[in-house]
């Protein structure tokens, strides 16, 4: 694979956190997120995204808020693979992501 077929298949996982001032808007976003990631919080989506699906997600989002209302981060918690599982902490109930392992006992 080429350097840049490398970059553009790199996965970087973010946390996508919104403040949205519109119901309607609020659950269009909420939509639009659910496609890429998984649902952490309220207004808060863990996603794996490589470049080209971290522009379309802006893109797709940016449609829908309104830039003098709402608000969109994305915050970089580093590449998808090698970079651990202790890059998230929480207060109160524990962090679990929702494609781990279910055991029934």
Known sequence: ???RGQAFSTRITYLVCYDIANDKRLRKVFKVCRNYG???QYSV???DLNPR???KLERELKALIKEDE???LFVSLGP???RGDRVIAS???PYARFDAPCYVV
């Open 45 to 47: 989506f863990e996603c």
């Open 80 to 82: 998808v693979g090698g």
């Open 91 to 93: 207060l109160g109930l």
């Open 53 to 55: 699906e971290r522009t």
């Open 38 to 40: 998984t649902h952490l």
């Open 70 to 72: 709402d608000q969109v």
């Open 1 to 3: 694979m080429s350097s």
